[in-house]
C-alpha cells in the first residue's frame, strides 16, 4: 500500500474520530418516498455527547435583545449576534414549520478556518430552525449569518429540507481575516436520494440552475485567489477544490454513502475502486434516482448499516470474533508487526448520542405533518420513536438533568440504550435476533397505529390547533417514557437469558422450567467452528487433550 495514502488515512480518521462528530446523512425526496414524504437523517457521533433532546420555544423578543452564542463541540463562548423579533419553536432539529437540518463535518483546507468567527456550524442550524421556516429561507438565514458574524467551524455538508424539498449546502470558512464563506446548495431532485459523510460531495455546480442551485458569489473566485484552481469556471468541483480526496475521505466517508446508494441502485458497486480509496476513479453523483421508492423505516434501517452484503461486511474478518460483532473499538487504525491497518468505518458505530429521521408531509397540518423520529445511542440497536414537531416539551427520557454523559440513570434513554448494546455487543449474533424481535414489534406498530393517532390530531386542529399541539404533544412525551422503559424490560430480559454465557431455554414465550418447577438447564452454545480453529491456531498444542 502506497505510503502517502496510509499516512493520510491516518490523518483523516484521527481527525474525525477525535475533532468532529462524525456523523452520516441520508436524504430521500417527496417523490422517492413510499407515501410522498420528505425525509432526512442523522446520527450525531460523538464520544463526547450526550443523547438528549433539545428545545427552544417560540418566542417575541424586545428590539436591541442579543442571543449569545456558543460552540456546539466545545461550549465555548464565541460573542453575541442581534436577536431577531421573532423565533420558532424547535424540538431537536426540526421546528414547527417542518422544518429541519443536519450536518456532517468534513474539515477541509485547515487554513481556511477562522478563529474570530462567531458563528459554529451548531449553532448556524439551531439559530436558522429558529429563524426560518422553509429550506430555502435557511440556506439564506445561515448564509447572511456566517457573513455577517464570521464562521468558526471547519468545512460542513449541511442537510437543509422542509415538507417539499431537500436541499445539500456545502460550506467551508475562508481564513482568518477574511470574514465569511464560501459555499454552494443544490437541491436534490423530488425522486431520488442522496447521502454525505464527513466527504465534501458537491462537485460541478450547475451556476445557470438558480432554480436548483445557490452559491456565494466568490465561490470560484476565492479558490483562484487562493491558488485552488485555475481552470473554467464549468470544470469546478467543489469538492476537489475544498476538501480533495485522500484514502481516509473515500475509505472511512464515501464507503458510507456507497454503501447506502448499492441497497438502491444496483450499479453502484462500478464505485467499489474509488470507496476502497483510489482518488483517480470517477466520484460517485450527488444523488441517484432509486429502483424503488424508501419507506421511513428503510431510512431508519438505513442507519443501522454496518456494510452487510457487501466485501466491506464488519462481520466477516477475525475482528468481529466469535459473536459476528460488526464494531471495532477506536481509534481506528493499528499496527502490526510495523505495517498500519484500519477499520471500517460504517454508518452505525457504537459512540452515537442521538440519531434522527425527520420526516415532513406536506399534505397534513404542520403539527401533525412533521415527525422528528428519534433515538439515542447506536443506530443499530436503537429504538426510534415518534416526536411531532409541534411538540411544546420533550420527554423526560430524553432530558438533560435526567441522568448525563457522567451520571447514570435508569429513565434515561440514553444510558438504557447503552445499557442494552453493551451487552449486545459481547454476544451479538445471538442478542440482536432478540432486538430485532423488539424493534419490529415496537416499530412495526407504530407504521400501523400512527395513523389513528394522526386522525385524532387533524379532527382537533380542524377545530382548535392549540387542543392537537397539546394531544400530539402529550402522546409524544408518554409515548417515548413508554418505549424506554419498554427497553429496560429487554435489558433485564437479555441479562437473564444470556447471564455467563449460556443461553436459557425457553417454551411459548417464557423461560422454560422442568418438571418439578425449577428452571430448566440452559444451552451451552460455546463458539463457531472457525473460532474453534483460531484457538487451535494459536495455543492448540497446549490445549490438546491426550489420550491415557
Known sequence: ??????????????IISSQAFACTGLLVGKKASVDGSVMISYAADSHNLYGEMYRWPAAQWPKGTVLDVYDWDS??????????????SVVGNMNEHQLAITESTFGGRSELEDSTGIIDYGSLIYIALQRAKTAREAIKVMTDLVAAHGYYSGGETFSIADKNEAWVMEMVGKGVGNKGAVWVAIRIPDDCISAHANQSRIQ???????????????????????GYFSGKDEDFSFAKTYNPYDFGGLRACEARVWSFFRKYDNTMDQYADFIKGDPTKEPMPLYIKPNRKLSVRDVQNGMRDHFEGTDLDMTKDAGAGPYKVPYRWRPMNFTVDGEQYLNERAIATQQTAFVIVPQMRNWLPDPVGGIL???????DMTLFNPVYCCAVETPLCYRVGNGDLYNFSWTSAFWIHNWVANMA????????????KVQDEI?????KNLSLIEKKAVELYNKNPKEAVDFLTQFSLSNADQATALWKQLGEYLLVKYIDGNVKKEENGRF????????????????????????????????????N
Open 512 to 547: 422454560k422450567r422442568n418438571p418439578y418447577g425449577l428452571p430448566a438447564s440452559p444451552d451451552f452454545p460455546g463458539y463457531d467452528e472457525e473460532y474453534y480453529r483460531s484457538i487451535v491456531n494459536s495455543a492448540g498444542e497446549r490445549l490438546k487433550v491426550r489420550g
Open 373 to 379: 423520529w428519534f433515538g439515542v445511542d447506536d443506530a
Open 443 to 447: 416499530e412495526g406498530g407504530y407504521e
Open 1 to 14: 500500500m502506497n505510503k502517502k495514502l496510509i499516512a493520510a488515512l491516518i490523518l483523516t480518521c484521527t
Open 425 to 436: 455487543y459481547h454476544k451479538y449474533s445471538f442478542m440482536i435476533q432478540d432486538i430485532r
Open 204 to 226: 460541478q455546480i450547475p451556476f445557470n440552475d438558480k432554480e436548483n442551485c445557490m452559491y456565494s458569489p466568490d465561490v470560484v473566485s476565492f479558490a483562484r485567489k487562493k
Open 75 to 88: 461550549g465555548k463562548f464565541l460573542g453575541q449576534i442581534p436577536q431577531v423579533a421573532e423565533t420558532y
